[in-house]
Nanobody, 133 residues
């Protein structure tokens, strides 16, 4: 049984930092591209950042470029999102997502992967991040 579990969310003042973690079990982690999505009330879930199975290809949404860093440790089956200089508009539930290698290869570029939430194989349950002003 596949499980994808996020942790590390919380309340932080504007300008502060948080690091989210996502641990996956029941799958061969380095066979999956991974991503972080977020959803705030009344808005669609959006792709924030995605990373290929090897970590060699990355994508960031324009809204987080220069502030967020995605990484993965395949030996630990863990995905990370380092969030710096948090803003109130970053407030959302953050979800971890796993894409099969086949899907990533078919879509080709990580921007398309992050834009294809309908192609996610597994979702985590989400973790709340709140940036206070």
């Amino acid at each position: 049984q596949v499980q994808v579990v996020e942790s590390g969310g919380g309340l932080v003042q504007a300008g502060g930092s948080l690091r989210l973690s996502c641990t996956a079990s029941g799958l061969t982690f380095d066979d999956y591209g991974m991503g972080w999505f977020r959803q705030s009330p009344g808005k669609e879930r959006e792709g924030v950042s995605c990373i290929s199975w090897s970590g060699g290809r990355l994508y960031y949404a324009d809204s987080v470029k220069g502030r967020f860093t995605i990484s993965r440790d395949n030996a630990k089956n863990t995905l990370y999102l380092q969030m710096n200089n948090l803003k109130p508009e970053d407030t959302a539930i953050y979800y971890c997502a796993a894409y099969t290698k086949r899907t990533v290869q078919a879509l080709g570029v990580m921007s398309l992967v992050c834009g294809s939430k309908d192609r996610v194989a597994y979702w985590g349950q989400g973790t709340q991040v709140t940036g206070s002003s």
